[in-house]
């Protein structure tokens, strides 16, 4: 099985959708973040309903090396055709971001990646796939 996605034309950026708590979302393939699940609190609730308690579970090193706390919340994503329950960090800071969540390498962990920039392609494909090819 694959799930398929793409490099976005306007920022070069590795993209996948995925169903979390039953809503589409576009999610940035983030090599660099080793969680689940990353977004900001604003997103957390308006666009994926999850209630924020704001409570401070821990620190997250954002890409400029600025610390910011997070939250961690349990969320609802369909992953393979399985339902998985991971946990997002919910950051206390507003981003702007063309991608609302950011998904990391525990989610990637066991999967084969691919990122093939120059024909925009983007493949997660499931352990039972032997072979690695775009």
Same mark, same amino acid.
């Given at each position: 099985?694959?799930?398929?996605? /793409?490099?976005?034309?306007?920022? &070069?950026?590795? =993209?996948? %959708?995925?169903?979390? !708590?039953? $809503? /589409?979302?576009?999610?940035? @393939?983030?090599?660099?973040? &080793?969680?689940?699940?990353?977004?900001?609190?604003? #997103?957390?609730?308006?666009?994926?309903?999850?209630? +924020?308690?704001?409570?401070?579970? *821990? &620190?997250?090193? @954002?890409?400029?090396?600025?610390?910011?706390?997070?939250?961690?919340?349990? @969320? /609802? =994503?369909?992953?393979?055709? $399985?339902?998985?329950?991971?946990?997002?960090? @919910? =950051?206390?800071?507003?981003?702007?971001? $063309?991608?609302?969540? =950011?998904? *990391?390498? $525990?989610?990637?962990?066991?999967? +084969?990646?691919?990122?093939?920039? !120059?024909? *925009?392609? #983007?493949?997660? %494909?499931?352990?039972?796939?032997?072979?690695?090819?775009?």
């Amino acid at each position: 099985m694959v799930m398929q996605g /793409e490099i976005d034309g306007e920022t &070069n950026l590795p =993209v996948l %959708k995925l169903m979390i !708590n039953q $809503r /589409e979302i576009p999610c940035l @393939v983030d090599t660099g973040f &080793n969680g689940y699940l990353w977004t900001d609190t604003i #997103v957390a609730q308006r666009l994926l309903g999850v209630q +924020i308690e704001h409570r401070v579970d *821990g &620190n997250s090193q @954002v890409a400029d090396g600025a610390l910011a706390q997070f939250e961690l919340t349990t @969320v /609802e =994503v369909s992953w393979f055709s $399985r339902l998985l329950y991971p946990s997002m960090q @919910v =950051v206390f800071t507003v981003r702007q971001s $063309r991608f609302p969540v =950011v998904l *990391g390498t $525990r989610m990637l962990l066991g999967y +084969i990646l691919i990122a093939d920039f !120059n024909h *925009g392609i #983007v493949q997660i %494909k499931d352990p039972s796939v032997s072979r690695v090819s775009p």
